[in-house]
């Protein structure tokens, strides 16, 4: 009940949305309403993705160290699909970015001492965000031709995963706590 409550308070403030809608446009704006939400995907529907963005390379370097044997032959050009995923999900960004607004997301990490995670996506951090994923996808791409059958490859792309993460992390971090920790 909290969380709902916070984000329709969060639809309100900082998207203007309405909290009921008109009768009449339900029916006009359902297919879109249905499209943005499952595929449009800000964090005010899916509350996570902000979060699993930034994260994605953590996640992903710590499953290369069982799995990396895979990705030293053919299944490489498979770990190109994170930074372009990353790269197009951040691109519906755009359209809220460039209306003035603003995106916010926070978690409680540790509330007893007030520490959150907060995100927020700006014009700069979005700027800076889709560098990082589509220069990241382009480096995946190279990397995947260039070093075929490497000994090492596994290691350079988990390596590559957590600067990426950790490169995400600075630019979407919104207080100097979360900033450091991923320095």
Sequence with gaps: AVAQNTQRHLKRV??????????????????????FYYFGGHSQQNP????????????TSGLLIPFG?????????????????IFCYLLGYIPTVRSGNVAYE????????NI??????D??????????????????????????????LDRFYAYLCLFMASMLGIVLSNNILLMFIFW
């Design 123 to 152: 014009g700069l951090s979005l700027l800076f965000a889709l560098l990082i994923s589509g220069i990241g996808s382009l480096i995946f791409l190279y990397a995947s031709a260039y070093l075929k059958g490497h000994q090492y």
């Design 48 to 59: 996570l993705k902000m979060l699993f963005t930034v994260l994605s390379g953590l996640i």
């Design 69 to 85: 044997k895979y990705f030293r032959t053919k299944w490489c050009a498979v770990l190109i699909l994170l930074p372009l995923s």
């Design 116 to 121: 959150n995670l907060d995100l927020k996506i």
């Design 14 to 35: 900082f998207f203007a949305i309405p909290e009921r809608s008109n009768p009449k446009n339900i029916r006009k704006n359902a297919g879109k309403q249905l499209f």
């Design 106 to 113: 926070f978690y409680q990490w540790v509330p007893s001492l």
